[in-house]
Structures are given as structure tokens and as C-alpha cells.
């Protein structure tokens, strides 16, 4: 005799998972941040045992979580409007691209104090405390899924044309 299958359960994991797409966090240390998907960004500065709403000190409106990440003790907060970054999680700034632009950063990657976004079918990169993204690979031909930097190799994971490989210009990307 067979019992019957508790869908209940499957259909509560499959929530939580759809539900947290559009939940982002970063730690570093004692601190938190969370990107809820309602447009709030939250902070902890004791591991999550209290917690601030940040969402107003951010230099403009959110209303979607891309990434956030952490580069040394700055945070990098990726959003449907641009990207904002804090020192001290008081302060934010915005970061722009040479003309002065925001860029909607989808992912965020850190190698030390290096940070790098995609944006469209481009790699771009900023040091540490920088406010200005900086283009590091030509036109990728095709939907970037992923990607990962180590010293001055970029790997570019696509959609159909496989992983890429771009050696950066390590004097070509200074600030």
C-alpha cells in the first residue's frame, strides 16, 4: 500500500527558493546587509541580532536587488537604478561611468580590493573607494550567465558561446 505524496512540502521549498531570487546578502565580519526584494536594504553591524533600514540614505529610489558585495570593508549595493557603495554604511555615493551615467550592474564580482560588474554584453571594474566604472573587456557576443576574475584573467561564462577569456590590462586599468 502506498501513502500518498505530501505536495504540501515541495510546494513550500519551491516558494521559499522563487521567493529568494530577489533577496540579496553580503557578510563581512559582524556585518550584514540584505537587499529585500521589497526595495529595502537592511544592515546589521552584530551579526544579524539587530538591524537598521538603510533604505532612505541610498543616493536614489531602489526597487530591485542585483548584487551586493564587499570589497575590503566597502560594500558595493548593485540595483535596478545603479550601483551604490559605503564605507561605513552611512554615507553612500553613487558609482557612474566615465560620462557620468549609472550603470545597471546584474553581477558583481571582488578580487581583493578590485570590483567588477557586468552590464549589457561588458565586464567593467573599479578599485577600491573608486566612483567610476571602468569598461576592461570589448563586446561580448552573447548573454553573460557568469563570471570570475583571478589576478588578471577574467573568465566569462555565456549563454552559447562558451566560457571566455580576457587577459586584463593591468596598466591599461589603473584609475
Do not use: C
Not at 14 to 19: A, E, G, K, L, Q
Not at 26 to 55: C, I, M, R
Not at 154 to 162: A, K, P
Request: zero cysteines; charged letters at 20%; proline letters at 5%.
Amino acid at each position: 500500500m502506498s501513502t500518498p505524496f505530501d505536495y504540501s512540502a515541495g510546494i513550500s521549498l519551491f516558494s521559499n527558493i522563487r521567493n529568494s531570487m530577489s533577496f540579496k546578502l553580503a557578510v563581512a565580519g559582524k556585518t550584514v546587509y540584505v537587499g529585500k526584494k521589497d526595495g529595502h536594504l537592511s544592515q546589521s553591524f552584530d551579526e544579524g541580532e539587530t538591524w537598521n533600514d538603510v533604505t532612505a540614505d541610498l543616493p536614489f529610489p531602489v526597487e530591485k536587488f542585483n548584487a551586493i558585495a564587499f570589497a575590503g570593508s566597502t560594500v558595493y549595493v548593485a540595483t535596478d537604478k545603479g550601483v551604490a557603495y559605503s564605507n561605513d554604511g552611512t554615507q553612500w555615493y553613487r558609482v557612474v561611468d566615465p560620462e557620468g551615467t549609472p550603470l545597471i550592474i546584474e553581477k558583481i564580482v571582488v578580487d581583493g580590493t578590485k570590483v567588477y560588474g557586468t552590464s549589457g554584453q561588458y565586464v567593467y571594474q573599479l578599485k577600491e573607494n573608486s566612483d567610476t566604472w571602468k569598461r576592461v573587456t570589448p563586446e561580448i557576443p552573447d548573454t553573460v550567465l557568469s563570471f570570475d576574475v583571478d589576478g588578471n584573467v577574467l573568465y566569462v561564462g555565456t549563454s552559447s558561446s562558451g566560457v571566455l577569456r580576457f587577459t586584463l590590462d593591468e596598466e591599461r586599468n589603473r584609475p
